[in-house]
């Protein structure tokens, strides 16, 4: 049997190394990054921000963002979530969500608060011939980045002459340090070009443009300056940032308009520089030379903590790519996931959704650092839940509910967002099965004291959202709701099949959680987990929802997620029959419609499954399906979707899938990476793992 677990250590640097990205030409849809999880810059292959607006237009934006940076535009009309409300009638009342989108109150209250950008700092020719400089401008590009660092080395030529940068980000400070190079410096001819945008362009959803309309809008104040440091504020409306330049030599800094900076080495070729972001007060200055030695000792314990994976020595062809998406997906999630405030789906590279995160979405983009044994990045994010409990409560009472009802689609401070956000379900037992990886991870009483308000009052919420249907004798969920796969109707939607089969687990979860505090099980949750609608099939197969049991009767509900698959994946199958969960997965990966809208994520939530099945081979297949859309990844690791350049849930979804595929799960066959084919060709050397429950 060649699938083996590690016999002795692996060696995790040769496996990172191996996938270390390197281009030899201009890729708009692979630029790369450097961070720390709140912060990040993202650079063409010049190392800096040159040629944004081409990569903007074809490919993938270079930004610099800060999970922190948000801005909101006024509000003269008071608008309020209530405003944008339309109301739904079921079980016996009437009740207002806010699903108004289109409504001008609906659409503010979507916009605001967003994502407010940091500067972009990029290559410009100076002098007689200043100008912004053009993609051919850059010859002999040779870029690489050292993910076991954290350091991007960038070569290039311009008008036959070397140009290197060397990037890299604090782990504990919002600050890029860069090493920049060229005779060019020397003699004038290339500057380095601060320029501090307006905001973005709000008027495009997903990947904004900067805005640098209207300069009297903001306002960029110089607080300090010497021959070695320029210190600015950044003020536009309430939103501010301080930003500080800092050399190891010299500088020389021009001033060209209100909002623009051009640096130069005061003598010389060379020109080492940090740039630091804070959000309140100054932002400290910062020697490169730290800096770099910073981030390799941070990447070097991450790449060293938790688990790790080794294919090689595989037949199967596809094994390298596999290894190279898991390694490059480890780098970007512990630059663009991870952080206090969830992450939006597009992280730290670009805008999607006005910058706001999607709570469904949490168990993908953070579920996985617990499987890989870094549980802090999990707890991370889940302290987020725990802040903004008051406002889940106050979103359960107004809805007449019990505990904290989770809002869906919200910025930093817990507001929900008009549209079928407020709809949707799925989201609401997550931060129970967070919590309870993070239990496994450290089973302590002083695990469950942490999150105990949390989960007891997620699960109040959980079973007051439960209706007694006295006819059928059993508890149904819904309607009205939004269900994981997106397409039908809200206001009949009731009991989807992944839905049902969470709410059983997230309550039996909570339990117990009462059980280990020393306390009974709650008798009113135990009624409504025990007398739950079945989960609906039809014709010996699960279906989607038992209000609209249509899934393999009309091709058109065979779009968007397959998310019944769940129950039995990423869940463990709480009143799943097998043998019908088996014929289901079969008819979804003959049947499915992959073309219409499927994303990324859904490619490893499928492989969950088949591997919990036995169906190793299949779990393969389809993680590694490459016939249908959006299960590509560039360059640079990213999983572009369908107007997405980036789509981060997809590299979460695939973190787990491997993690549960090589480290297993409960109940799992007893042998090494259980969910990997042994068919002799996969050579799985695993280490670190912890089991998905």
Do not use: C
């Amino acid at each position: 049997m060649l699938t083996m677990a590690a016999a002795a250590p692996i060696d995790r640097q040769a496996v990172v190394a191996r996938h270390d990205p390197h281009l030899t030409r201009l890729d708009p849809m692979a630029p790369l990054s450097v961070g720390n999880g709140r912060f990040a810059f993202t650079a063409d292959v010049t190392g800096l921000q040159t040629f944004a607006d081409h990569y903007w237009k074809t490919g993938t934006p270079t930004e610099t963002q800060a999970r922190w940076s948000w801005h909101e535009n006024a509000n003269p009309h008071g608008y309020k979530l209530a405003d944008a409300n339309r109301p739904f009638t079921a079980h016996g009342r009437t009740q207002g969500y806010p699903t108004n989108q289109g409504t001008p109150a609906g659409q503010w209250l979507r916009e605001n608060p967003h994502t407010q950008p940091l500067p972009r700092i990029a290559f410009v020719l100076a002098g007689a011939a200043a100008r912004p400089l053009e993609p051919g401008d850059a010859t002999g590009i040779d870029q690489r980045l050292d993910l076991w660092q954290g350091r991007l080395s960038s070569r290039w030529q311009l008008r036959g002459q070397p140009v290197s940068v060397t990037s890299a980000v604090a782990p504990d400070s919002d600050t890029l340090a860069l090493r920049i190079r060229s005779p060019l410096l020397a003699n004038g001819t290339l500057a380095v070009r601060i320029a501090l945008p307006l905001g973005y362009d709000l008027k495009v959803k997903h990947n904004p443009p900067l805005d640098w309309s209207q300069p009297n809008l903001h306002r960029t104040t110089v607080l300090g300056q010497d021959e070695r440091q320029l210190a600015v504020e950044h003020v536009r409306d309430a939103a501010r940032y301080a930003m500080t330049v800092a050399g190891a030599a010299p500088l020389n800094i021009a001033r060209p308009d209100t909002h623009t900076f051009i640096v130069t080495p005061a003598r010389g070729e060379t020109l080492d520089l940090t740039v630091s972001f804070a959000q309140q007060g100054r932002a400290a200055a910062a020697a490169a030379d730290d800096v770099f030695a910073a981030s390799a000792a941070h990447w070097r314990a991450y790449w060293q903590s938790g688990a790790a994976i080794d294919f090689a020595g595989s037949t199967d062809p596809r094994a390298p790519e596999l290894e190279r998406r898991v390694v490059l997906s480890q780098y970007l999630a512990g630059i663009q996931l991870g952080d206090t405030l969830p992450a939006q789906e597009s992280g730290l590279t670009t805008a999607t959704w006005y910058g706001k995160h999607h709570t469904e979405m949490v168990w993908w983009h953070t579920a996985h650092f617990a499987l890989w044994g870094r549980p802090e990045y999990t707890a991370r994010t889940l302290s987020w839940f725990q802040r903004t409990l008051p406002s889940a409560r106050a979103v359960a009472a107004e809805r007449g509910l019990q505990g904290a009802r989770w809002m869906k689609m919200t910025g930093p401070e817990g507001r929900e967002s008009p549209g079928g956000n407020p709809l949707i379900a799925w989201n609401q037992p997550h931060p129970i099965h967070l919590a309870e990886l993070l239990y496994r991870a450290d089973p302590s009483r002083a695990t469950l004291e942490k999150y105990r308000e949390l989960v007891m009052e997620t699960a109040a919420a959980m079973a007051s959202m439960l209706h007694w249907d006295p006819r059928g004798e059993r508890y149904v969920l819904g309607p009205p709701m939004w269900i994981a796969q997106e397409i039908y109707d809200q206001s009949t939607s009731m009991n989807p099949t992944y839905e049902l089969s969470y709410w059983a687990r997230g309550l039996e979860i909570a339990q117990q959680w009462r059980e280990r505090l020393g306390l009974p099980r709650d008798p009113d949750w135990e009624q409504r987990r025990t007398h739950l609608a079945a989960l609906p099939q039809k014709d010996g197969k699960y279906v989607a929802i038992e209000s609209t049991p249509d899934t393999w009767d009309n091709v058109a509900s065979r779009h968007d997620h397959p998310s019944f698959l769940m129950a039995y994946g990423q869940l463990p199958g709480d009143g799943v029959d097998t043998a019908t969960m088996r014929r289901t997965l079969d008819a979804v990966l003959k049947n499915w419609d992959w073309e219409t809208k499927i994303w990324g994520w859904d490619y490893p939530m499928i492989a969950m499954t088949a591997a919990r099945l036995g169906a190793t081979e299949q779990a393969v297949d389809v993680l590694l399906k490459s016939d249908g859309p959006n299960n590509g990844y560039t360059a640079a690791g990213h999983n572009p979707n369908k107007g997405l350049p980036v789509y981060l849930p997809g590299n979460g979804a695939l973190l787990a899938a491997v993690a549960m595929m090589a480290g297993g799960w409960d109940g799992a066959p007893n042998r090494a990476a259980p969910g990997f084919p042994d068919n002799g060709k996969w050579v799985v050397r695993a280490e670190g793992f912890r089991k998905l429950p």
